[in-house]
């Protein structure tokens, strides 16, 4: 993920953690994408060529369960129904599988443009 996040910044600061974290807590809770039973990785868009490998490189179940939640969500919002309270995704279940992919690739790809852009030079 290629955006600027203040998250290493607030997470170094333990003060400054305990501060945010009621505040994140009800923005995650508000947002409603955990009433549908989605996790916050599933909101990720796919255009990109990191995200689009990043999907391939899924287990196969995690994948599976991935498509399960956004169809499963696309039909609620069709309906215009929330899940039941105990099918709808908890705060321990929302946890990221998607994204320590995606900086693992972004690593990758940082590290293969530094190996291509290295000069040798022989000493004389």
Not at 9 to 15: A, I, M
Request: aromatic share 8%; with cysteine; net charge positive.
């Amino acid at each position: 993920m290629s955006q600027p996040s203040l998250a290493t910044y607030v997470l170094k600061r333990p003060w400054l953690s305990r501060v945010l974290r009621p505040f994140a807590n009800w923005y995650a809770d508000a947002s409603g994408y955990r009433k549908l039973g989605l996790r916050a990785d599933d909101l990720i868009p796919e255009e990109s060529d990191t995200i689009q490998l990043a999907l391939k490189r899924l287990p196969p179940k995690e994948a599976y369960d991935r498509v399960y939640r956004l169809r499963r969500a696309v039909q609620c919002s069709l309906a215009h129904t929330l899940l039941p309270k105990e099918q709808q995704t908890k705060p321990e279940e929302d946890y990221p599988y998607l994204s320590p992919i995606i900086r693992e690739i972004e690593a990758e790809r940082q590290e293969r443009d530094d190996l291509e852009a290295m000069v040798l030079r022989r000493k004389a």
